[in-house]
């Protein structure tokens, strides 16, 4: 994205500043060394912040407010910055690909996608995920214009497509692990009443997706947090995604409007049961099946990582911060 963007050598004429830090290997962020990292992370961005402020004078004149830093994992700047207070942090806003809306600045709230028996330790003030200012992206992944696949571009003989299970090798019981309770709970589900045509079974990655470009619907899950790679994969290779959202913004869709219930289904995590009869009455009525494959056909650019026409995650991320910077609080549809 970087490379597209027009450099200043004088930073008072830029309208955002990027904050480039690189943090540890993703092989050293796992297991026994998560909460080591979690520390050096926090470490890496406040020296980052730190230096921004002691070297450059536009930090001060709107507290960050026009500064902004990727967070890659998957809670974002909670696990990528946990251990910094709110006024190090400042205004600056990030971009990331969580959007949960179940805890935000209230460290007694329960986190229902990171299990009940979750308490965030850090400050109060801190918000994991701030909707008024952060810029949502999908979960990273290698896909590209040309890995997409037209609903209609190949025959789905999968009606509904679940391939996932619910591991038990994180020190997690099911009970304190929303994600994998509801996996599952759905494959419980699906093995008392499994819906004619569908399929259950974890595959290899490659499988999936080979399985995903056959396939009318794909259950996309929560897993660490409410969102998935799924979700974004399956939108690739045209399966109609069915999530799990209990409360979670999602990219492009505050602020710009992406029309998320015209090529998703969602199905409150709390209704799973739901999911077959929700699947049937759509499979029963060609014509709406065909309005969520048509709408879905028409968004598929616009969750590639890389150049698509006018879409493209690059561009899109680019149109938001646009109308942030001329202060356009309102949704704005550029679709």
């Known amino acids: 994205m970087c490379a597209q963007w027009q450099r200043f050598s004088d930073p008072s004429d830029a309208w955002l500043i990027n904050k480039e830090c690189h943090g540890l290997d993703s092989v050293d962020c796992w297991a026994e060394k998560w909460k080591v990292a979690e520390n050096a992370t926090s470490d890496l961005v406040r020296s980052a912040i730190q230096y921004v402020k002691e070297s450059y004078p536009h930090w001060n004149a709107s507290n ?44 007694k709230v329960q986190a229902v996608d990171r299990g009940d028996s979750y308490r965030w330790q850090g400050p109060s003030t801190w918000a994991c995920y701030r909707p008024d200012a952060d810029v949502l992206v ?104 069915v999530t799990f959202f209990r409360a979670f913004d999602l990219p492009f869709q505050r602020h710009m409007g992406m029309p998320y219930a015209d090529f998703v289904l969602n199905i409150q995590p709390d209704d799973y049961r739901q999911l077959n009869a929700r699947i049937q009455a759509i499979l029963d009525n060609p014509s709406q099946l065909r309005r969520m494959q048509e709408a879905l056909e028409r968004h598929q650019k616009f969750f590639v990582w890389d150049q698509a026409g006018d879409g493209g995650i690059y561009t899109m991320v680019e149109k938001e911060l646009a109308l942030r910077a001329h202060n356009m609080g309102t949704v704005q549809s550029v679709l």
């Open 138 to 241: 999908p979960v990273f992944s290698p896909y590209g214009q040309s890995t997409i696949l037209s609903p209609f571009a190949a025959e789905r003989n999968i009606s509904l497509l679940m391939r996932f299970d619910y591991p038990l090798n994180d020190g997690k019981s099911l009970v304190a692990h929303h994600g994998h309770r509801l996996r599952k709970e759905l494959i419980d589900y699906w093995e008392e009443t499994p819906l004619n045509g569908s399929d259950l079974g974890l595959r290899s990655t490659k499988e999936t997706e080979a399985d995903m470009r056959r396939s009318v619907f794909c259950v996309c899950p929560p897993g660490n947090t409410q969102d998935s790679a799924r979700v974004w994969r399956a939108i690739t290779f045209g399966c109609i995604p």
């Open 64 to 107: 960050g407010a026009d500064h902004f830093m990727v967070f890659s994992y998957d809670h974002g700047k909670c696990e990528m910055a946990k251990a910094l207070r709110f006024e190090e942090f400042g205004e600056m806003f990030s971009i990331q690909a969580y959007g949960s809306l179940v805890y935000r600045s209230n460290a």
